[in-house]
Structure formats: C-alpha cells, structure tokens
C-alpha cells in the first residue's frame, strides 16, 4: 500500500469513528444518560482519538524509514565497499536505489549491486507492509479507546476544545519556525563558506569572480569572492528606484489625500494597487526590452555610451514599481493625521499647502519614513527586475549608465543550474543570502517599530 | 449730511490702513507668490499621480501591443500524400510504427510538389522551413487517430515556421539588403505565390493554450506551466489557508499578552517583508537538501510559496476578526456558549469574507511569484504538462522569465502573450476580492 493509499484508509477510517461515536452518544442520550456535551462532541473526540495514534507512527515511520533503510543495506554490503568513505558510499547507495525501483544504473551487470538492490526492494516492501499494518491497527485501537470513553462522565466538549486549542497554538508558532529556518538554513551554509572563505575578504574585497575551475591547476582557478563591488550595485541600483519612487509616491500620496475628490481617489487607489500587484518578472521583462534600449537611444543620441544593461534601467523600473508602496504607506500615515491639527493650521490663515508642508508631513514625518525603510527593504530584496534588466559583471562604479550586479542577481545565478553543493561558488550564495537577510531584517524592525510608535501617538 | 459722513469715513480709512499695513500689506503683497505655490504644489501632486498611472498605461500598451499576434497563428495549406515509402512504413505497421513514422518527409515532399522548379540543396532548406517543425506532430496525430489515411492524399492546413511567419506579419524589413535578412528573396516570392493562392490563412492560435513548452516559438505553449502554476497554487491554498486562519484566531482572540505572543507578532510582521528570494534559500536548504524533496515539483514550490504567503493571509484575518464587535462575542457568551463555539460559530463567520479577500490577494501573490521558485529548480526545460504534486513541473511566471530570455522573435510575442494571462488571471482574482469586500463589508 502506498502513501496515499494509506492516507485514504486512515482518512476514511477518522470518518467513521466520527459516525460511530455520535451515533453511540445519540443512542446514550436517547436512553436518557445524562451526557456531558452535544453528540457531535463524542464524535469529534473518537475521530481525535483515531487520528492521534495512526497520524503519529506514519510520520515517525516516514521520518525513519529511509535510515533505516540505508544502514541495513550498507550491512548487506560486502565490507570492501561498507568502509568506502563516506560520499562514495552515497553514490553506491544510489546506483542501488535506482537499480531497485527499475532506474537506469551504470552498473546494473554489478552481481553484488544486484543483490543490494534485491535486498533494498525488499526490506522496503516489508517495511511498506508492516507500516500499512501498524498505522491501521494504531488508528483502529485509537477508535475502540475513544468508543469506550463514551459515557455521561467524559466531558467530550472539553476535550474537544483542548486539542483545537493546542492546534492553534502549534499554528501560531509556525511563523517563529519559519524565521528559525530561514536564520539556520542560511547561517549554517555561510559558516561553511566563510571556513573557505575568509570573512574579511568577503566583506572588504573589491574582486568578485566566484567562478571556480574543476581542476586545481587551471588557470584562475581559484574564484575571489570579495562583495564590495556586489553591494556597491545593490545600494547603486535601490538608490535609483528610491529617487524615483520617494517624490512620486509621496506626492501622489499627499495628493490622495488631501486635495482629491472622493470620486478621484476611488478611482486612482485601485488603479495604484494594480501597479502594486503586476508580478516583479512583468517589470523585468519591461525593463529589459523597452526600457533599456530607450535608454540606450537616448543615450547614445547626446553622445554618452550606455551599457545595454545599464543600472538606471533597471532602477527605473524599480522605482516605478515601488511607487504605490511607498504612496499606500504614506497614504494611511498622513490620512491618521488628527483633522483638529490642519484646522488649526488653516485657521490661522495658512494655505493648504503650507499646511501640508508646515504641519501634516512634520507630524507624519516618522510614520513616512518607516515606510521609506520598507521600501528601502524591498529595492535591495527585489530580484526579478535586476536579474533580467542588470548585469552580471560586479563593476565597482557609481555611474548608472554601466551595467552593475546586485546581491540577488548573484545568489540567483550562483543557485540556478546543477552545482556541487558544498563548492564555494554555491556556499557563497548562501552569505550573500545572509546578508540579504540581516539587512532586510535590520530595515523591517526599524521601520516596523517607528511606524508602530507613530501609530500608538495618535490612536 | 450724509455726504458728510461717507467723506469723513473715507478720510478715515487713510490712516487706519497705515495702522495695520506693517503686517496687512506685507501678507497683502505675499499672497499671490503664496498662492502661485499653493497651485504649483497642487500641480505636482497631480502630475505625481498621472505620471504613476501612464507608467502603468505605458507597461499594458506596450506588452499587449507585442503580445496580441501570439494569439494567432498562420497556417498553410497542404497537399500531403501519406504513401508507406516516404513515411518508412512497413506492410501493417503498429502504433509505435506510426508514432516513429517519416511525417516530416511527406511534409518535405508536398512542399516541393508546390515549386517543382526548386531543384538546389541550399533552396531546398530553405522552402522546407515554410512549414514549422511542430507540423510532423499534427500530421502523425492525424494518423494515428485514422490509420487508413496512409496511402491517401489530404489537404491539411500546418503551423507555418517562425521566420515565414514573422514575414507575413511584417515583421521583417524588406529594405534590409538580402544578406543580413533571415528571410531571403526567393523564400519571398514563394511565400506571396502562396499567399495569392489563398493558401495561407491565420487563424486563432490553439497550439498556445494545448501544448507545453518547446524550443520551437510557434509550437510553445503555456498548458503545462498553467497546470503547474494550478497545482502549486493548490498546494500553497491547502496548506497557508487553516494554518493562517488558525494562527490569526489564536493570536486576536485567546493569546495572553505575553513575551512570547510579542515574539510571534514581531516574527510575522517581519516574515512578511522579508524578501521572497530568501524564502527560496530557505526552501532550497531545507526542503530540498534535508528533506530530500525532489526538485522542481510543484509540492515544493508550494510549500515555500505557502510559507510566503502566511503573514500576508494571517495580517488580513487577524483586521477581520478584530472587526467584528465585541457585542456579538458577549451575546454568545451570555447565551452559554463556550469560548471556542463563541469563535466558530458566530465570529468566524462573520469575519469570513475579509479573510477570503486577504486569501485571494494573498494568492495573486503567489501566482505572480518568480524568485523562490527559481531558487528550487522550477526553472528546468519541461515540455511534458505536470499530472502530480511530484512530477517535475514550472509555472507561469518562470515560463515567462524563460522565454523572455530566447532571441528568437516569436519567443518575444509569445511572452507577451503569457503576461497578458497572466495579468489577465490576476486583474480577475483581485477584482474577486474587491466585489467580495464591497458585497459582505458591514459597518457595524
């Protein structure tokens, strides 16, 4: 029985301990027991009762099952490859597993693989088998103990409400492993990086070539991996969309806000919210093949010589992107202003500008730039437009006109494609993945906390 | 005597003015340099928001401009004799035979029943690039579904090949001098014979919606990354949807106000703007090289995806739960219901349509996503439409990245085109949500 097949029975098995145990209740009930809660409760509890157990040993059973698997084929082995060191052992254990599910293996006339093999398909149908039996058993003992718990003393509601409760809980703390995943998957590849890589290097370096040769006496074989250049480009290229995107959001912002007529801004805010949901790759895809050679035109019109994948095409199209990010953020920041306050102002005869200027954007002033960092935050994460719109080679310049590379560019063509996973070149996206992360995470807080404070000012 | 006074008050306005003038005349004189501003700041606010939204004209014009002739497709019409010899058919061949069978041959030689007067190896090449590569495919289709053609002759029309059809499209200047043109001289003059024998017609482009990828622009499609972008999109629903309703329910309705909740809040919030790439790290370490989950499946993408997803999905339902008054929890809870039936029964509900919105919009998100997805090598070659959670797979934002990155000009409508789905599903999904907010938003 396979997986899902299993997941089937066990499913259907849950539905009648549900069946069962309410009927069983609305007989008891009937019979004028007094039960503690409704039914359905009872019926609940058996269904808990039945998936509890059969749920626990299939996910402890899938969890141990390949290792097991694997030690006791390798002591099926002769000892000549058992004490193989440890990655050619793996790829025996392999050629073995694509020879037992009918794969195609470069030594399958290998007597001794045969035989492994035999053996694995073996013990792995024997292991499928009995995990079969013991989850079906497990669920079904689970039903008659929770059958057998209906009378009027168990207080099935209560229960009930117990394990929904814990389920809440357990839900709620997904969001805390998530970041534990993120900080450990991330932390721990760098750390083997920088056991290569010193750290000083990476940081302070002004050469990046990650590419590393296969052999050690190619020439250039060794990659240098110093980021300056790869953060120069990041910070280049946000610091492009940033000056497009700060006035134009801001003051489409301060427009909405307040000089629009109801009917503009119902109309102009969903338009906005639009631009903010377009997918990244659409804007690359715009940047790349109508932005980019008009700047290129342009340029090369009044004479200046413009890399085709230019920094400024791709902050552009970055800058625009991030318009309505800004524009939203300080949309709610300046519409949270007390009204009291601009009648003040107006009152004593300024204009409405003067107003704006002199009063709402002072009082609004934390709030705009907590939601400046985040947008901040999202130019250096953003990866879509920069891998298609910028280049690939770290320059260490600060002419937009040249091709520059950023962080996610590189931790997107270092990954992609079929690497070795313990080279450097592939350890090394994972630093700059980190300081993508810490950065990020740095920005988000700040801004996070400023806007949070703002907000508690005027509530 | 009334003269009098209206002289007497107009001598006494004189020095009145001087009275207040230091302050008065001074504001007097600033007001129109005040109000200049006033209109120019106004002015920037409007070219501000216009210029926004002719970024966002400029964008749709520009890709549905490029995109609209991916929707359709020129075919040719051919006289093809299916005899066994030019197909390498033996006496009664089987289903495999047919699958294997010479279809191009047969293409190749009605062509040339069409120029007989082409005789060169080199012009040969060239009217053999007339009819697409995919064509083989439509012929041995035709045949396999109908065995007894073979030995007939009968009139297809086929996908005509990339550059002929970007010539009929006008795509390719005439003006250019032969040598630097893909298309030459000769491929011309037969392809207007051909036209004016009403041979060539367009017609609505299938092929785009009933096939995968391929190499070959006028037989790409995007079924398979549609199916792929689908199951994913299932997975990430399955699974981010009860676990952020779940999480949103605890955290407004029973958490204490403690150091750990604080811990939970701040992690969301954080997880939210945390960039989407970092989320393909995680998924790439964690997933795939400890879990030993195979790559590029559909499964992955969605487990990633949903990680992505769920602060966006929990924010929105955690403002929906706190939406509902407390009046309704009161009045449960003074009828005896106990806390978690006050929750399901009555605030849930209640709240629903704004956590569906949030789900949708959470989901559009999803949809669009390109960068984790390429972190876990949903960025290979797949011609083959995914069937299961684990079968190898991509979606459409990376087909999109992927074409967008081929030379050839097909390849350039034919992304265009994809956006323009895809835009089209997303205008969709979030116009669902916000009818869905207009139609159960209640002032309470």
Redesign the interface.
């Known amino acids: 029985m396979n997986t899902s097949m299993l997941f089937l029975v066990v499913a259907i098995l849950i539905a009648i301990a549900y069946v069962v145990g309410r009927s069983r209740a609305a007989t008891l009930r009937k019979n004028e027991t007094p039960m503690h809660s409704l039914p359905r409760y009872y019926g609940y509890l058996t269904a808990i009762c039945t998936a509890l157990p059969a749920f626990a040993i299939l996910i402890i059973w899938s969890i141990a099952e ?1 290792a097991i698997l694997k030690s006791s084929t390798i002591s099926s082995l002769p000892s000549g490859i058992q004490s193989l060191p440890e990655g050619e052992l793996d790829l025996v254990l392999n050629d073995i597993k694509n020879l037992a599910t009918g794969g195609i293996s470069q030594s399958a006339d290998d007597s001794i693989r045969q035989a492994a093999a035999t053996h694995y398909g073996e013990t792995q149908g024997l292991s499928r088998l009995l995990k079969s039996i013991i989850v079906i058993l497990a669920g079904l003992a689970g039903l008659l103990y929770g059958f057998k718990k209906i009378h009027s003393n168990t207080r099935a ?1 209560v229960g009930v ?1 117990r394990a ?2 814990i ?3 357990a ?6 492993f ?2 534990l ?2 900080v450990l ?2 932390l ?2 760098s750390l083997r990086f920088f056991n290569k890589v010193p750290f000083t290097e990476f940081a302070f370096g002004l050469h990046w070539s990650p590419q590393t040769s296969i052999r050690a006496d190619q020439v250039g074989s060794s990659g240098s991996f110093g980021a300056v250049p790869i953060f120069a480009g990041t910070l280049l290229i946000s610091a492009i969309a940033m000056l497009v995107a700060v ?6 912002a ?3 806000a ?3 007529s109801s009917t503009v801004r119902a109309w ?1 805010k ?6 903010a ?10 940047a ?3 932005v980019a050679p008009l700047i290129r035109n342009v340029g090369e019109s009044i004479g200046l010589d413009v890399a085709s994948e230019s920094a400024l095409a791709a902050g552009l199209v970055m800058g ?1 992107m991030i ?2 990010f800004v ?1 939203s953020l300080s949309d709610d920041v300046i519409t949270a202003v007390p009204q009291a306050m601009r009648d003040g102002s107006l009152g004593l ?1 300024a ?4 107003t ?2 002199k009063v709402v954007i002072p009082a609004a002033l934390p709030g705009i730039v907590g939601g400046i960092l ?1 947008a901040v ?2 130019a ?5 437009i920069v ?2 719109a910028a280049g690939l080679a770290a320059n260490l310049t600060i002419n937009p006109l040249e091709a520059v590379t950023t962080v ?1 560019v590189q ?2 063509t270092l ?2 494609g079929d690497q070795a ?1 313990d080279s450097p070149k592939t350890l090394a ?2 630093a700059l ?1 980190l300081m ?2 810490v950065t ?2 740095i920005l ?2 700040i ?2 906390h400023t806007v949070r404070k703002y907000r508690e000012q005027y509530d | 005597m009334n003269n009098d006074s209206l002289e007497s008050t107009s001598e006494a306005i004189p020095p009145e003015t001087t009275m207040v003038s230091d302050t008065t005349e001074k ?1 007097r004189k600033s007001l129109g340099r ?2 200049a ?2 209109k120019r ?2 002015l ?6 216009t ?3 002719s ?2 004209a400029v ?1 749709i014009i ?2 549905t401009i ?1 995109g609209l002739p991916a929707f359709k497709q020129t075919f040719l019409n051919l006289d093809v004799t299916l005899d066994a010899d030019t197909l390498d058919l033996g006496e009664n061949p089987d289903q495999d035979a047919l699958r294997k069978a010479n279809y191009n041959g047969a293409i190749k030689n009605s062509l040339l029943e069409l120029f007989p007067d082409v005789k060169k190896r080199k012009e040969k090449k060239a009217l053999y690039k007339f009819v697409s590569n995919g064509g083989q495919y439509d012929l041995q289709a035709k045949v396999m579904a109908d065995p007894t053609l073979i030995g007939q002759t009968i009139n297809v029309w086929l996908p005509v090949g990339d550059d002929a059809s970007g010539y009929l499209r006008g795509h390719i200047d005439t003006s250019v001098p032969e040598k630097k043109r893909r298309f030459k001289n000769n491929q011309i003059t037969w392809i207007e014979e051909l036209r004016a024998d009403n041979k060539v017609q367009t017609k609505f482009n299938r092929t785009f919606f009933s096939r995968g990828d391929s190499r070959e622009p006028e037989m790409a499609g995007i079924k398979g990354s549609l199916f792929g972008s689908i199951l994913t999109l299932m997975v990430t629903l399955v699974l981010s949807f ?2 952020a309703v ?2 949103a ?3 407004e309705e ?2 204490p106000k403690n150091r750990w909740t604080d ?2 809040e ?6 939210a ?7 393909g ?2 998924g ?3 997933f795939i ?1 400890f879990f ?1 989950l195979p790559r590029s499946a559909p499964i992955v993408g969605g487990l990633v995806l949903s ?1 992505m997803t ?2 966006t999905i ?1 924010i929105s339902a955690r403002a929906a739960l706190k939406s509902v008054p407390p009046s309704i929890r009161d009045a449960a809870l003074g009828l005896g219901a ?3 039936q006050v929750v399901f029964h009555h605030v849930l509900p209640l709240a629903m349509p704004g956590i569906l919105t949030g789900t949708i919009i959470g989901m ?2 999803a ?5 984790p997805l ?2 876990i ?1 949903m ?1 290979a070659f797949i011609v083959d439409v995914p069937n299961a959670l684990t079968d190898p797979a991509t979606v459409l ?2 087909q ?2 992927q074409w ?1 990155d081929l030379p050839e000009k097909g390849f ?1 409508e034919k ?2 085109a994809a ?1 323009m789905v ?2 089209g599903v ?2 969709a999904m ?1 116009a669902i949500a ?1 009818l869905l907010r207009r139609k159960f938003e209640r002032k309470w």
């Open positions: 390949p509601r409400e929904i409760m389920a809440l809980i839900c709620s703390c997904i969001a805390i998530t970041t995943g993120i998957s991330v721990f590849e006035p134009f959001g801001l003051m489409s301060i427009y909405l307040e000089y629009a102009a969903p338009l906005l919210e639009i631009l949901g377009i997918p990244t790759v659409v804007y690359g895809f715009f790349a093949l109508t625009i318009i309505p524009s005869g204009t409405k500008s003067e704006i200027k985040l935050s999202r250096i994460g953003e990866t879509m891998v298609m996610t931790i997107v990954l992609t996973f996206a994972f993945g993508l992360f990020t995470l988000n807080v801004a996070l | 504001v005040r109000y501003r006033e700041f106004k920037f606010g409007v070219i501000a928001i210029a926004s939204l970024f966002l964008l520009s890709i490029r009860p676990i779940a999480t329910i605890y955290l029973f958490a811990i939970i701040v992690n969301i919030n954080n997880l703007a945390v960039p989407s790439i970092v989320f790290l995680l790439l370490a964690i090289n030993n990680l769920l602060p929990i106990s806390n978690l559009a998100q949809l669009g996503e390109t960068a390429l972190m090598g960025v934002p990376v999109i990245f967008a350039v992304t265009s956006i895809l835009l997303l205008i979030n916000v």
